[in-house]
């Protein structure tokens, strides 16, 4: 059926889908100030949602430092991460803390222009977003003299994207912004410095951006109140796979991945994949681990796999994912995600040595070191994690015992 | 290809750089309008978008070619993209891809020959938690099962 844009499901959660009333959080900026929406957002100890988990004040205070004649706030809406749609529902259903988080960057960091990257997969959300921007500007929220504050413009354009999973990697995104292939840039110089045109530029995922409005208008001490010492506040889980209640999901960072388990009603578990096909996956035995930056870490993505799964069915799925998405600039990415596919379909076939196992999985470290971005650098993970997760499973059983074949 | 054809093309990309500038960040831009209307980005588009952004069309091609929405080959009216990534794929994927295949007459990458579709696979659309999903155009449509997903195939013109 085509999908219905809204859900009328009330979502509740303790920071994100807790009461917001849109423009209270840029009330509440222009009331603080510069110095103070920096100092908030500092003791809050937000870290960026998109998945790198920069700290999300260094970020704004270096653009805000850097002196320019433009900036930009680029909203990352490329969510790519397979089994990831939080940013989805972020988008449909609260695109107030989204956007009011990008006018409150705009309104630190003195950038004027906030860009939407929104991917091309997610051009049907184009008019409700168009609408919300215009509502936004009739109300005074948006162009010029936000508020009746002398000086405060800022303006929202969305862009689209053309079907590219790398573009949603910062410096590959301002290339494509740019109207070149998404191919990700060396860095340093960072997007904070050299950007969008050259401009210091924010690039901050949806949710980093959404959780802004939440942190100025209640407070970062109200805000750190949840999660866990290293990992601050919630965060959204976009849960899929085998339980009976997949969805999105608002929990405290720390949660433990069985706890979650339970909460999606999952039955007979035999593995999860904690951060989409870049991430790892754990076996039964590391169920007791928590979600949060010094644990198991994720941008989102919860893929549960049941008793009946072929794990080796599953990594081929997820290698050729990175052999069509490698952007092919460098060697170790371009040429490695293809022989650890090879490599899948040889183990596939029976057609391997445990030593030439063992070079695929050397090749896969080389690869998380030598290569340029994160997309070759964490390609591995799932390769290396589920070969030796579930070794028994794929190396020594015939796989017969494995019911449905397929993945 | 007709002379008439080139000239309303040729008027259709002046207009889109009007429109969007004719600076190189505007390139994505008028690539994805030419590929919306046109259902590819043709040689003479290619010429004419690198004539008047005044760039080689060797850097219009690169661009094309990098993202995998635009095309230089046409396509038919519709783009019918099914996910073939993880989640999808546990969802059944497998049977919505044989059937729609089987019900075509094509296979993935294909185009009806009346051009009335084109068999597409995509990476994660982002609606994991409701496959199969797949997207025709700009539209995306979940919980699929093999008859839904040819039902609405059929009714598409
Ligand atoms: C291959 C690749 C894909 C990425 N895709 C996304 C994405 O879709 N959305 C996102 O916010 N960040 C993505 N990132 C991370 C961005 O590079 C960047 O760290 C992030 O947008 C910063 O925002 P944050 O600090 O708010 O997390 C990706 C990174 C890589 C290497
Ligand atoms: S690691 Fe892969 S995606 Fe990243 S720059 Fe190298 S080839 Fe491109
Ligand atoms: S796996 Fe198909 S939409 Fe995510």
Known sequence: METTLKTSKKRTGPVLFSNYQQADGIKKAIELGRENILLELKNSGLKGRGGAGFSTATKWMLSAAA??????????????????????????????????????????????????????????????????????????????????????????NIRLGSGAYVCGEETALIESLEGYRGEPRNRPPFPVNTGYLGYPTIVNNVETLASIPHII???????????????????????????????????????????LLDIVEAKNCKAVQVGGASGVCLPKSQFNRSLAYEDAVTGGSIIIFDESRNMLKILKNFMEFFVEESCGQCTPCRVGNTKLLEGVENIEKGEYTFSYINKLKELGKTMQAASKCGLGQSSPNSFISILDNFKEEIFYSNRKGIKNVKA | MLVVEKNNLSYEIERMIKEYGNDRQSLLQILQAIQKKYKHISDFAQQEIARLMNIHPVEVYSVISFYSFLSTEPKGRNIVRLCKTIACDMAGKDAVEIAVKRELGISFGETTNDQRISLEYTNCLGMCNEGPAMLINEKVYTHLDPEMAVNILNEIK
Do not use: H
Not at chain 1, 114 to 125: A, D, K, S, T
Not at chain 1, 128 to 139: A, H, I, P, T, Y
């Open chain 1, 217 to 259: 208008y209640k407070g970062g001490e109200w805000f750190k109140k949840n999660g866990t010492d290293k990992s601050k506040g919630s965060k959204l889980f976009s849960v899929s796979g085998d339980c009976r209640k997949p969805g999105v999901y608002e929990l405290q960072w720390g949660t433990k991945i069985n706890e």
């Open chain 1, 67 to 156: 002196n320019a004649e433009k900036k930009f706030i680029v909203c990352n809406a490329d969510e790519g991460e397979p089994g990831t749609f939080k940013d989805r529902v972020l988008l449909l259903e609260y695109p107030e803390l989204v956007f009011d988080g990008m006018v409150i960057a705009g309104f630190t960091i003195g950038a004027k222009t906030g860009i939407v990257y929104l991917r091309g997969e997610y051009e049907y959300m184009l008019p409700s977003l168009e609408g919300f921007l215009n509502n936004m500007k009739e109300e005074n929220l948006l162009g010029k003299n936000i508020l009746e504050k002398e000086g405060f413009d800022f303006d929202i």
